[in-house]
């Protein structure tokens, strides 16, 4: 009875801010790195959701959210069949378009078709397979809304695959190809925001916690605003290379440099253009996107707050990036680590609520008896 | 009995914490918190040891038991005779990571030398022909759209050259042990591939007109060319590099691919410059076999590097005389020895 009072009529805790932490360390992570990547390639690849398991266990152990770390509970078995599921699912898509662009059509048909439920199923098993504060997390979207988020992304690709398998290259066809091409390509930029947002809805939407459901609440055009911003950013490279080019050619020409030289000033600015536009356009997207979806996700007592600086983002990636590089990829686990810090510890939660108040939706007990959440046959990990 | 740790219980069912008292007996993990629970310690989750982070025990009714005390949860576990899995042993001493690297990066060379071509060496011996014919026709249709134009030789100085090559590859039989079917195709390049000639998977082998035109005086180095791209033909190169090349980006993209695409990519790129160099020098020695079973002295062949040299002096873009291929002179060499 009283259990009863007190649920109708919860005492009013004070908000509250949770800070997230992430306590990893880089050389730690290179040691479980060095080993995973050993065990991978000594087994070929096999032993690749296995390590996959540990890393997470290892990221989730040292995320704490208001000092109780996540808990990764995926079975590695389990794992494993959903990778081998995958492998095969790939492989032969990619075995497919070598012998003829009708079974390459035809396999991305089919990839298409499964694409949408495999993406639902990685996400119920991640979400059901993380935990905090003893509850698990669960994901609540459905098959049909996969398929929707997913389908503004198809029709334009459908308009770029179709002349591969209707028109055979006589040149009298190139117009029509170009005609394709270009409607594709165009049709792709304009509806990418949109399935950005659909996607993105879709996500957030299925999430739970306890009684907590998710949901997004950002309009379209503020995706519409951020494929614009990230669009400019990543034509400022071209600039940038366009106008140092225009620059430097007729100032070399006049140096009589011979054209070896010429060849390799042109590879270097090539390869500054590529890692500027991967640093600049790459950390913009990435920061200001996480922005925009945290601080519109929110459930009846939980709020977010993410304020990742794109110039952060853009530092630490143009660091990583080098020192991966230069020490041939030994790097990279550190590089994992420091991302993971500066993306995670951009964030905040504010609760309006008492979380010791919290339940699970169902026992746990329920759970693995049905299966449910955390109970797909296969599971599939795609590491969203 | 094990000693006794104290650290946060959460039950799987509410968010509340309690202080929980564990201990180690008869083979169960007895949990006192506001009941008394246990559980066959075979069926619990036990946190691998690391320096940082928390240590978590996953109980198997959806409960979790977590230390924050990382130490503390060390020593109890210890104690308690609880063992660390050999992996993380193994991650947890700097020595032996050391021991992983440096096999890592033995394991990566040996693969890079014997392993990624034994490995395309099985992927080819159960590859049947037709696939690889089947690659071969799609690539060549799509040089026809994009790059080639039917051939403008007219179709007398094709069928002699074709039987020219034909009887010399027949006299040379016994020197080159095996013979590969092969289809001789002549095309028109335009600027794009100049005077070339390439051999695709399945056996098909394209020469262009302007090589023929470069070659014209010299028949017999037109027949070392196409002994060249028999090679190839032979050694199954055109399938080999594909899979070669897709191995060792597979392998890079296991390293970095999650994070950075031409950071992957490069390795890819490098190992076909390398191995294609290897597999010019395995067409030069099947060409150098055939001429010399065919009564052509191979020296014939210096004339088509001198030529092509002249005619693209520097950087050259030609898949017969690109960076791939060993240095013309040391080709020079071989075919005058």
């Known amino acids: ?384 | 009995m094990s000693a006794k740790l104290r650290l946060d219980y959460f039950d799987g069912r509410s968010a509340r914490a309690q202080t929980a008292e564990i201990w180690l007996a008869d083979g169960q993990l007895h949990l006192a918190a506001l009941d008394h629970k246990s559980y066959p310690v075979a069926q619990v989750r036990w946190p691998e040891r690391q320096r940082h982070g928390q240590r978590q025990v996953q109980l198997p009714d959806g409960g979790v038991l977590s230390s924050r005390d990382a130490a503390a949860w060390d020593d109890w576990a210890h104690a308690s005779g609880l063992r660390d899995s050999l992996t993380v042993r193994w991650m947890q001493s700097w020595r032996h990571v050391g021991s992983a690297l440096l096999l890592l990066i033995a394991l990566l060379a040996a693969g890079w030398r014997w392993g990624v071509p034994l490995a395309a060496d099985g992927a080819l011996a159960l590859m049947p022909a037709s696939v690889e014919q089947q690659v071969g026709e799609q690539a060549l249709s799509t040089f026809d759209r994009h790059l080639l134009k039917p051939s403008g030789l007219n179709s007398a100085r094709q069928q002699a050259l074709r039987q020219r090559f034909e009887q010399a590859a027949l006299a040379a039989l016994p020197a080159t042990g095996a013979q590969p079917a092969y289809r001789l195709h002549f095309r028109d390049a335009g600027k794009a591939l100049g005077a070339n000639a390439f051999a695709l998977p399945g056996g098909d082998i394209v020469l262009t007109d302007a090589l023929v035109e470069l070659l014209a005086d010299t028949p017999d180095t037109i027949i070392g060319v196409l002994a060249h791209e028999l090679g190839h033909v032979q050694h199954r190169h055109g399938m080999r590099i594909t899979l070669q090349a897709g191995i060792v980006g597979t392998v890079a993209g296991v390293i970095v691919g999650d994070f950075s695409a031409a950071l992957a990519g490069a390795p890819a790129l490098l190992s076909q410059a390398s191995y294609s160099r290897d597999f010019e020098r395995q067409a030069d020695e099947y060409a150098r076999r055939l001429l010399r079973g065919a009564g052509i002295p191979p020296r014939v062949m210096t004339t088509f590097f001198e030529r092509i040299e002249h005619r693209h002096k520097g950087g050259s873009a030609l898949p017969i005389a690109i960076s791939s291929h060993p240095a013309n002179e040391e080709r020079v060499r071989f075919f005058k020895e």
């Open chain 1, 1 to 384: 009875m009283n259990e009863h009072l007190d649920a109708a009529t919860p005492a009013r805790a004070a908000v509250r801010y949770l800070r997230i932490e992430f306590t990893g360390s880089g050389s730690e992570y290179f040691r479980i790195w060095i080993v995973n990547l050993l065990l991978s390639l000594v087994t070929l690849g096999l032993y690749l959701p296995f390590a996959k398991a540990r890393r997470l266990s290892y990221f989730y152990a040292n995320t704490r959210v208001d000092g109780q770390a996540l808990s990764f509970h995926g079975d590695p078995w389990r794992m494993f069949r959903g990778f081998v599921l995958l492998v095969l699912l790939m492989g032969a898509y990619g075995v497919a378009g070598r012998f003829s662009p009708t079974a390459g059509f035809i396999a991305f048909l089919l990839l298409c078709g499964l694409w949408p439920a495999l993406w639902r199923s990685s996400l119920r098993f991640r979400l059901g397979n993380s935990s905090w504060r003893g509850l698990r997390f669960s994901f609540h979207g459905d098959v049909a809304s996969a398929y929707k988020a997913m389908l503004p992304l198809y029709v334009p690709s459908m308009i770029l695959l179709l002349p591969q398998l209707l028109l055979d290259g006589t040149p009298e066809n190139g117009l029509w190809q170009g005609i394709f091409a270009g409607t594709g390509f165009l049709a792709m930029l304009l509806l990418f925001p949109w399935a950005l947002a659909q996607i993105k809805r879709y996500q957030h939407g299925g999430y739970a916690y306890a009684a907590q459901r998710g949901s997004l609440d950002v309009p379209t055009r503020r995706f519409y605003a951020l494929g614009l911003k990230g669009l400019l950013m990543s034509l400022l490279p071209a600039f940038v290379f366009g106008v140092l080019a225009a620059v430097l050619i007729p100032a070399l020409r006049g140096t009589g440099v011979g054209p070896g030289a010429g060849m390799a000033v042109l590879g270097l600015g090539i390869a500054l253009l590529y890692l500027l536009w991967f640093v600049l356009a790459g950390s913009y997207f990435g920061a200001r996107l996480q922005n925009l979806v945290w601080n519109g996700t929110h459930s009846a007592e939980l709020r977010f707050d993410s304020g990742l600086s794109f110039r952060a983002l853009a530092w630490l990636t143009l660091k990583n990036w080098l020192l991966t590089a230069v020490t041939l990829s030994l790097y990279r686990p550190f590089a994992a680590v420091n991302t993971a810090r500066l993306r995670l510890e951009a964030v905040s939660v504010r609760v309006d609520g008492d979380i010791d108040a919290w339940l699970a939706q169902h026992s746990a007990n329920e759970q693995d008896a049905s299966g449910d959440a955390a109970g797909d046959f296969f599971g599939i990990d795609m590491g969203l």
